[in-house]
């Protein structure tokens, strides 16, 4: 038997293929209400203080503190200060200004009295109990100065981020754009969802699964196309979708049968089509058209979702900023058998910290993957792993 | 003092106040390449069997075990099956027939020959080894019976779940409404994002942020509007978001200052609004407006994100399906000061198990929260915690 490429060779080939052009993603403006969950691209700064007067921490009212030291004492009152636009304004000696929480301190004031502190009498009000200079005053600049980072770069993008950015005045910030995902899925025997079935037909899942896959790991898909195993048909859903995506999927047509309608399109173009020392997920290949990548995925359901998340989920992960998923070790409950000399990805239930062999190795058990929630690495060289053994699980 | 109403007795009211309205949300139906993260409301099942054909596993020949046993054999071919729509056949006696992967196998075989296990020859195929009876053959119904549960009711689709919905013939899915939130910021203070500010005057935070919260709970934000402190652009802001929304948010206007707007609207018509226990956030309300629930957030940044985490998150993450986020016990790093009789939650980041606080108690503090990742709860009943000391930390 020839040599195979392996699981590791062949990742670093669909990394060397789509990563510089998935680094290269351009930046994209967006408004705040649409950038949850987006990644920055530079770092969000203050320009002025924040907050930017000083306010007052609580409804009460704004004084000095050297006036108000022997309580109670009566002092008439200069109006009121709601939290507005207003003009700057002095405290006169011997007042008190009423304020709003938020609204600006008067100059001269060093302090606010809250308001359950007060009694309204004529003429004034009467403070009860005194207050240190600096109570219940937030200064200017107290929570940033002018040119603080508020928000780093490559943060993806929570809610109190989102607060930050809005409090230092920015309205748009300048994201990474998500990659753009053409999915075309390939199989005379394909149909859309839902439609009815001749014998020999199946339903599309490669279309769907792989265009969720995408974007659950951040991309945005911009085209799902089902083509027969005609090549002129893969060629027109090929010229398209490399004119509005920056990564295209194909799924199919690139095993040892006789209508393999994506090696007969692409290795003309110098496609790389090969079978990798995987299982499920042997059949693969890469290719750049016009400048974009390929990655051409096996035909059988769960190879293809097997295949996107051993080569694919990390590169779109990392291109978009999403955190790695890291493998982890965990005990086998059940032994397991595996073809000597191919890497296998069993499908895998955890539960209380032990991984769960579910459904067999087919790769036509969609259903039983849908129950799964780990795939169970087994290294090439083995033939049989034992109940008890550490393996590696992925999550999905 | 009179007595505060605690954090717990005001998450009841706000369950009580929101929970029903949620739990009755009507299901909508979307189309399966909508549906990645939505949450099914009832069972997806297999209607015939999956697969729905008793098909080849690999391309090869199509054979009966049993005319194959003595290799090498030489058979003739009768024709070629493509994995397509096609009528049924039946291979005859002494014959295999070609077969892609996916294609259905003809009565009468019992199993496919791997290609690689083949030679071509003048008047037929020479079968170099032999397999057993049902090698390489899928049966119909071997990944799900008829009537199959492929996705249990109220799962959170993903991916994988999509896969098996799209191979039982689903075409779209019934899953719950997302509860529909309008947010309304209140002051006369709040200038929308990056417009310039006079002095008085700060951008708006709380639009921002409580929408970025509800949709980050599974909700859908359908509007965000900024009202002055004036009692009649509030009241028309609010009988707009009742039109629309389940659940209407306010920001602000429930304090004790004299240009509360929220109070001044909604307590004439029944509103509970009153101080709680609890800091930041300790002004808090709830109110029914024709029938939909409003629930009444103080109007700093920091006390409304964090009266939404505590209150509102759990209730509208329930309502779609989300997990809850738990609480979790951590060693403290540094002893922290708390007002006694109020619960506090300082902001925090964990650091190897360990919780530091960040920033100050202040209310204002939006910079020091977007660098958090989690909130202290600091029991109304301590006035001080020591470094060390097990708290309950809950994740933002």
Redesign the interface.
């Given at each position: 038997m020839p040599h195979r490429r392996t699981v590791d060779e062949h990742a670093g080939r669909v990394a060397a293929l789509v990563g510089p052009p998935l680094a290269r993603q351009e930046a994209e403006t967006v408004?705040?209400?649409g950038a949850?969950g987006r990644v920055t691209i530079e770092p969000i700064s203050?320009v002025g203080p924040?907050?930017?007067?000083r306010?007052a921490?609580m409804?009460g009212y704004a004084a000095r503190a050297s006036e108000i030291r022997r309580t109670p004492v009566v002092l008439p009152v200069d109006g009121?200060q709601?939290?507005?636009?207003?003009?700057?304004r002095v405290l006169p000696a011997g007042h008190l200004l009423?304020v709003?929480?938020?609204?600006?301190v008067p100059d001269g004031a060093d302090c606010v009295v809250p308001?359950?502190q007060t009694v309204e009498e004529d003429g004034g009000v009467r403070v009860l109990r005194a207050v240190e200079p600096g109570a219940f005053v937030?200064e200017a600049g107290?929570?940033?100065l002018p040119g603080?980072v508020?928000?780093p770069a490559y943060t993806r993008l929570?809610?109190?981020?989102?607060?930050?950015a809005?409090?230092?005045?920015?309205?748009?910030v300048p994201v990474r754009r998500r990659p753009r995902v053409a999915v075309i899925a390939t199989?005379?025997?394909v149909v859309?969802?839902?439609?009815p079935?001749?014998?020999?037909?199946?339903?599309?899942?490669n279309g769907?699964?792989l265009?969720?896959?995408a974007?659950?790991a951040g991309a945005e898909?911009v085209s799902?196309d089902l083509t027969?195993?005609e090549p002129a048909a893969f060629e027109r859903a090929l010229a398209r979708a490399v004119e509005i995506a920056d990564l295209v999927l194909t799924a199919g047509g690139v095993?040892?049968?006789?209508?393999e309608v994506v090696r007969q399109v692409l290795e003309p173009l110098g496609a790389d089509v090969t079978e990798i020392a995987m299982q499920p997920g042997g059949p693969q290949g890469t290719a750049s058209v016009r400048g974009v990548p390929v990655v051409c995925l096996p035909?059988?359901?769960v190879s293809a979702?097997v295949s996107f998340t051993v080569f694919l989920r990390p590169l779109l992960r990392g291109a978009v900023g999403l955190p790695p998923v890291h493998a982890v070790p965990l005990p086998l409950a059940a032994a397991v058998h595996s073809p000597r000399g191919k890497r296998q990805w069993l499908r895998g239930v955890v539960r209380d910290g032990v991984v769960y062999p579910v459904g067999g190795p087919?790769s036509?058990?969609?259903?039983?993957?849908?129950g799964?929630d780990v795939l169970i690495d087994v290294p090439a060289e083995a033939d049989f792993v034992a109940a008890g053994s550490t393996v590696s699980v992925l999550p999905?």
């Open positions: 408004p705040l209400a949850l203050t924040l907050p930017p007067f306010n921490q409804d009121v709601p939290a507005a636009a207003s003009p700057a009423k709003m929480t938020g609204a600006p308001v359950e937030r107290s929570d940033a603080t508020v928000v929570a809610p109190r981020h989102l607060a930050a809005a409090a230092a005045g920015v309205a748009v199989g005379a025997e859309p969802p839902g439609a079935l001749a014998l020999g037909q199946v339903h599309d899942v769907v699964v265009g969720a896959l974007e659950e898909t799902v027969p195993d095993s040892k049968g006789d209508f035909g059988n359901p979702q087919g036509h058990l969609v259903v039983a993957m849908a799964a999905l």
